[in-house]
């Protein structure tokens, strides 16, 4: 029988008690007597790396300093504000403030707010003089010529910054080529979302008898339902037009029937490059179609003069081909949303893409001050922070560009949203350029001269082919 010293005894009893030492260290019960629970997934050299990594993002928000000014066009506020027809208040960007501020609490943003009037002139000025860091462009195409504004590509790189949270061909649809570039590049991101819809009273579709519009209707499908539906009500008695649209824009639905054939604008980006394509022979069928669709249409189409009730409940139209997004907010205040249904754009055939490119994106001017900050702004308008507020506050001018809203409840609460968050996924991008300059004025000019019946589709495009190659030929 082995009989222990004291010596042996002290050893033993030492051994014990670094044995329970080292239990309790490695996490076998926690301070309270509680088994812990351990990460699933996560060893501790990964936490370590977390907690490294979220140190480092607050030390950088915390160096990252100075005035940050952001420009911003349209119907924004500083505080909030009442509509005058909803009787619904919104909330000011001071909210986007206060939130950025929080985040880079030694930043300070100061807002230039404007409207639509010469938008692109005033933008202009504001860049060349350094007026701004940030700046809302979609006038994009122009700005980036001129090496007004800064790539983004690096910074993207840098941060491993993820351009998939926004909806298909929302970042694409607003590459621009600066001087040097061979290719669009990445010079803003986008962080209002807009886009046009055909939208039909299902009403007036079902008190004629005439089936309701496919989802992607064909431009056959339309102009055969729009004729059925022109003329005196079956079951009211009342004069029906088939379709109408947006005379101020009839150009883009002209490239959209276009594209529906197999057209498109052109090609090039840059004005010295681009060959446009406005005397085709599908732009030419497709300025024919229109003016036969007219037909279908109420008189004062061309002035938006005819379909002043629709989306109420007392319409006398059947189609709109052109409709804004925020059709559905009218849709609320009237309380017509069951009778009403929005369908896609025309797309084109192999290209899988339809309709004019819209919205706005920020970009960072080359002359800001702070284009570290102004980056940081960049990214936080696509965090849901920001998304949600545009969504919420800012409905009448801007849809939301990440594809994450799709999963919030308000936005599956209302109905269409699907269809419009379906069509900005599939807008041309990028965006039609020659729409920065003249020719967009020129090509608007002698559409309305083919509706008005003024020239022939043919006579018309030759036209508007010459005098918009011409006024390219004389930015080279």
């Given at each position: 029988m082995?009989?222990?010293?004291?010596?042996s005894?002290a050893?033993?009893l030492?051994?014990?008690?670094?044995?329970?030492?080292?239990?309790?260290?490695?996490?076998?019960?926690?301070?309270t007597?509680?088994?812990?629970?351990?990460?699933?997934?996560?060893?501790?050299g990964?936490?370590?790396?977390?907690?490294?990594?979220?140190?480092?993002?607050?030390a950088?928000?915390?160096?990252?300093?100075?005035?940050?000014?952001?420009?911003l066009i349209?119907?924004f506020?500083?505080?909030n504000?009442?509509?005058?027809?909803?009787g619904?208040?919104?909330?000011?960007?001071?909210?986007?403030?206060?939130?950025?501020?929080?985040?880079?609490?030694?930043?300070?943003?100061?807002?230039?707010l404007?409207g639509?009037?010469?938008y692109?002139e005033k933008?202009?000025?504001?860049?060349?003089s350094?007026?701004?860091?940030?700046?809302?462009v979609?006038g994009?195409a122009?700005?980036a010529e001129q090496g007004?504004?800064?790539?983004?590509?690096?910074?993207?790189?840098?941060?491993?910054?993820?351009l998939?949270?926004?909806?298909?061909?929302?970042?694409?649809?607003?590459r621009?080529m600066g001087p040097?570039d061979?290719?669009p590049?990445i010079?803003?991101?986008?962080?209002?979302?807009?886009?046009?819809?055909?939208v039909?009273?299902?009403?007036?579709?079902?008190?004629?008898?005439?089936?309701?519009?496919?989802?992607?209707?064909?431009?056959?499908?339309i102009?055969q339902?729009?004729?059925?539906?022109t003329?005196?009500?079956?079951k009211?008695?009342?004069?029906?037009?088939?379709?109408?649209?947006?005379?101020?824009?009839?150009?883009?639905?002209v490239?959209?029937?276009?594209e529906?054939m197999?057209?498109q604008?052109?090609?090039?980006?840059?004005?010295?490059?681009m060959?446009?394509e406005?005397?085709?022979?599908?732009?030419t069928k497709?300025?024919?179609?229109?003016?036969e669709?007219?037909?279908?249409?109420?008189e004062?189409?061309?002035?938006?003069?005819?379909?002043?009730?629709?989306?109420?409940?007392?319409?006398?139209v059947?189609?709109?081909l052109?409709?804004a997004?925020?059709?559905i907010n009218?849709?609320e205040?009237?309380g017509?949303?069951?009778r009403?249904?929005?369908?896609?754009?025309f797309?084109?055939?192999?290209q899988?893409?339809?309709?004019?490119f819209?919205g706005?994106?920020?970009?960072?001017?080359?002359t800001s001050k702070?284009?570290?900050?102004?980056w940081?702004?960049?990214?936080?308008?696509?965090?849901?922070f920001?998304q949600?507020?545009?969504?919420?506050?800012?409905?009448?001018q801007?849809?939301?560009?990440?594809?994450?809203?799709?999963?919030?409840?308000?936005?599956?609460?209302?109905?269409?949203?699907?269809?419009?968050?379906k069509?900005?996924?599939?807008?041309?991008?990028?965006?039609?350029p020659?729409r920065?300059?003249?020719p967009?004025y020129?090509?608007?000019?002698?559409?309305?001269?083919?509706?008005?019946?003024?020239?022939?589709?043919?006579?018309?495009?030759?036209?508007a082919?010459?005098?918009?190659t011409?006024?390219?030929?004389g930015q080279k």
């Amino acid at each position: 029988m082995f009989k222990a010293n004291s010596k042996s005894i002290a050893m033993i009893l030492i051994l014990l008690f670094t044995m329970v030492l080292s239990a309790c260290s490695s996490g076998g019960t926690s301070s309270t007597g509680e088994a812990s629970k351990p990460e699933t997934g996560s060893s501790t050299g990964e936490k370590s790396a977390e907690s490294k990594a979220a140190s480092t993002e607050l030390a950088s928000s915390k160096s990252l300093s100075g005035t940050l000014k952001v420009q911003l066009i349209g119907d924004f506020a500083f505080e909030n504000k009442t509509d005058a027809v909803t009787g619904k208040t919104a909330k000011g960007v001071k909210v986007l403030k206060e939130e950025f501020e929080k985040r880079y609490p030694n930043a300070k943003v100061e807002f230039v707010l404007m409207g639509w009037d010469n938008y692109n002139e005033k933008t202009q000025t504001m860049l060349q003089s350094g007026a701004a860091d940030v700046y809302q462009v979609p006038g994009i195409a122009t700005f980036a010529e001129q090496g007004l504004l800064e790539p983004l590509q690096p910074y993207i790189e840098k941060d491993k910054f993820d351009l998939g949270i926004y909806l298909n061909g929302q970042v694409d649809g607003w590459r621009a080529m600066g001087p040097k570039d061979q290719k669009p590049e990445i010079y803003s991101l986008p962080f209002i979302g807009d886009a046009r819809l055909i939208v039909y009273d299902k009403q007036l579709f079902d008190e004629w008898g005439v089936e309701h519009l496919s989802e992607s209707p064909t431009i056959d499908e339309i102009m055969q339902k729009a004729a059925k539906m022109t003329g005196k009500n079956p079951k009211t008695g009342a004069q029906n037009y088939g379709l109408t649209f947006n005379g101020n824009d009839a150009a883009d639905t002209v490239m959209n029937i276009n594209e529906a054939m197999g057209g498109q604008w052109g090609t090039g980006f840059l004005w010295k490059d681009m060959k446009l394509e406005f005397d085709s022979e599908t732009m030419t069928k497709a300025a024919e179609w229109l003016k036969e669709a007219k037909k279908y249409a109420p008189e004062g189409v061309l002035v938006n003069q005819g379909s002043e009730n629709f989306y109420k409940d007392n319409n006398n139209v059947a189609i709109h081909l052109r409709s804004a997004p925020g059709f559905i907010n009218s849709l609320e205040t009237f309380g017509t949303q069951d009778r009403y249904q929005a369908a896609l754009l025309f797309k084109h055939p192999k290209q899988a893409m339809g309709g004019m490119f819209a919205g706005s994106p920020f970009a960072i001017g080359t002359t800001s001050k702070n284009k570290e900050l102004a980056w940081e702004w960049l990214k936080f308008s696509g965090s849901e922070f920001f998304q949600e507020y545009m969504w919420k506050e800012q409905r009448s001018q801007s849809m939301p560009v990440i594809k994450a809203a799709a999963d919030w409840d308000s936005v599956k609460a209302t109905p269409q949203m699907d269809i419009i968050l379906k069509q900005m996924s599939q807008l041309w991008a990028p965006r039609y350029p020659y729409r920065s300059g003249q020719p967009r004025y020129i090509l608007s000019e002698n559409v309305e001269r083919i509706l008005l019946g003024e020239a022939s589709a043919a006579e018309a495009m030759k036209k508007a082919q010459e005098e918009a190659t011409k006024w390219l030929e004389g930015q080279k």
